[in-house]
């Protein structure tokens, strides 16, 4: 079972709600980074999700077919010429803390399962983001160059979700991917009716590609890339 967080980490959740909010709305307007972003119609089966790999713990995943409303699939695409390091090493740092590069006042990762400063299969996390919710998700894969996690119960979103980096002719290009429905009821009326949930996702992982760019560039070459793939159901 996914060890809850405790209520000190609940309590101080609940008191970063009105400054997270308040941030993100407040860098949200301003960020001037160039982006390159689309939304399509989407189709089964190119845009499934990955196949869970043989014997992940699957104990309280929330799968995409447990959501909500149409399925989305999202990648957002950062490149960076003349990278300072190469996609191994890269991804073995963030392995062994995403908050090197997660946005603090957008996406903190609190590890509930599993040793510090290392990442496995099966290891958990809880994503405190801003607003009244936690993102509990476990890790399914990891490889040298990325991991993927499930989402649990309670998480905003079911379905999966993919950091991966890869070397390209000299340059590094960064990618977070996810395959997913809105998590409940009212995690749908965030995401498709307000809209809101999704452009907060949209700035929370285009702003973790800007601390991924800042702590591994090089330079970014050309507008960050956001490509969504709409299936309704």
Not at 127 to 132: F, S, T, V
């Given at each position: 079972m996914p060890r809850e967080p405790s209520p000190a980490h609940r309590a101080l959740t609940a008191a970063t709600w009105p400054a997270g909010m308040a941030y993100t709305a407040v860098s949200y307007i301003w960020r001037t980074t160039p982006m390159h972003r689309r939304e399509l119609a989407?189709?089964?089966?190119?845009?499934?999700?990955?196949?869970?790999?043989?014997?992940?713990?699957?104990?309280?995943a929330q799968r995409q077919e447990d959501g909500y409303?149409?399925?989305?699939?999202?990648?957002?695409r950062a490149v960076v010429a003349d990278p300072r390091a190469g996609a191994e090493a890269a991804m073995r740092e963030i392995q062994a803390d995403p908050d090197l590069v997660a946005p603090f006042a957008l996406?903190?990762?609190?590890?509930?399962?599993?040793?510090?400063?290392?990442?496995?299969?099966?290891?958990?996390f809880s994503?405190?983001?801003?607003?009244?919710w936690n993102g509990p998700v476990r890790v399914v894969e990891r490889t040298p160059v990325s991991f993927r996690f499930v989402t649990l119960a309670g998480h905003i979103e079911a379905g999966q979700i993919e950091w991966r980096a890869a070397d390209r002719d000299g340059r590094l290009v960064f990618e977070i991917e996810s395959w997913s429905r809105p998590g409940d009821r009212a995690s749908y009326l965030?995401?498709?009716?307000?809209?809101?949930?999704?452009?907060?996702?949209?700035?929370?992982w285009t702003s973790t590609l800007e601390r991924v760019i800042r702590r591994y560039g090089g330079r970014r070459e050309g507008p960050l890339d956001i490509e969504t793939r709409v299936v309704d159901q």
């Open positions: 989407g189709r089964f089966p190119d845009d499934a999700p990955p196949e869970v790999p043989p014997g992940a713990d699957l104990t309280e409303g149409a399925y989305l699939r999202r990648r957002y996406a903190r990762f609190t590890k509930t399962r599993g040793e510090e400063h290392r990442l496995a299969v099966g290891d958990e994503i405190r983001m801003p607003g009244p965030l995401h498709h009716r307000l809209h809101m949930a999704k452009e907060v996702q949209l700035h929370m």
